[in-house]
């Protein structure tokens, strides 16, 4: 098959597929959740939902209308801040939602699950870093300040 040098996979469809991934993890989080039956201190729930869902979602809608400029940025904080939330609370912080705190036939599930909250937040950070690298010159160079420019 021969391309154009022109032809090129839309972004936003690379920036959305971990985040549907992550959106699926978040569902079988909540599967495990209520097989293990443990419950979650008062603002987990809450903060779960506005920075672990609405505002990658909101991230998501930016990018999609071609917002470059807030939907990387928005897209990869809250995704960082949602991977420090879960690893913090569910693996670190002693509290009753704690992977190492349930037992059960659910607790692998839950277990699984919390790890891939984690991991496909910081997936889903990473390709909204790549995004944002692609995007912005300022982002641009001040990674290339950072890490040197490439050779290329």
Known sequence: MNRSPGYDVD????????????LALC?????AQSMVGTSFTQGQPAFMAIVGFVGPSIAIGLI??????????VLVSTMLTNAWFVTYFFFIHDNPANVFAVSGDGATAYLSASLGIVAGSLFTAAVGCWLW??????FRSAVDRLVGPSET
């Open 11 to 22: 972004q936003r469809i690379i920036v959305t597929t971990p985040f549907l991934i992550y």
């Open 27 to 31: 569902g079988l989080f909540g599967l």
């Open 64 to 73: 999609w209308v071609r917002n470059f400029a807030y939907g990387p940025p």
């Open 133 to 138: 690298y692609r995007t912005s010159q300022g």
